[in-house]
């Protein structure tokens, strides 16, 4: 069975950092791209950050020089290192992952909430 399985949410102040994780089983993780949505409540489902095996990422425009995506293919497991976290950047944030070439997700996570408050 597909899981992923999302950790290391949780309350700080702005400015302060998280490290969330996604540990994935039941797929072939390299051929997967990796992803992390967010969605707050009454906002859409928006894409943070995507990385192939490759290495190759994508950012939105909100998070580039703060937050940064990571893979490690021997533990399945992709990374979103959190930095200068922001009021706007409270959601609950998704792992995802999709097969190359296809434009939507194939398996999510069930989700980790993040707030940054103060």
């Known amino acids: 069975q597909v899981q992923l399985v999302e950790s290391g949410g949780g309350l700080v102040q702005p400015g302060g950092s998280l490290r969330l994780s996604c540990a994935a089983s039941?797929?072939?993780?390299?051929?997967?791209?990796m992803g992390w949505y967010r969605q707050a409540p009454g906002k859409q489902r928006e894409l943070v950050a995507a990385?192939?095996?490759?290495?190759?990422?994508d950012w939105a425009d909100s998070v580039k020089g703060r937050f940064t995506i990571s893979r490690d293919n021997a533990k399945n497991t992709v990374y979103l290192q959190m930095n200068n976290l922001k009021p706007e950047d409270t959601a609950v944030y998704f792992c995802?992952?999709?097969?190359?070439?296809?434009?939507?997700?194939?398996?999510w996570g069930q989700g980790t909430q993040v707030t940054a408050s103060s």
């Open positions: 995802s992952a999709r097969r190359r070439f296809l434009p939507n997700p194939d398996y």
């Open positions: 990385i192939a095996s490759s290495g190759s990422t």
């Open positions: 039941g797929i072939i993780f390299n051929i997967y791209t």
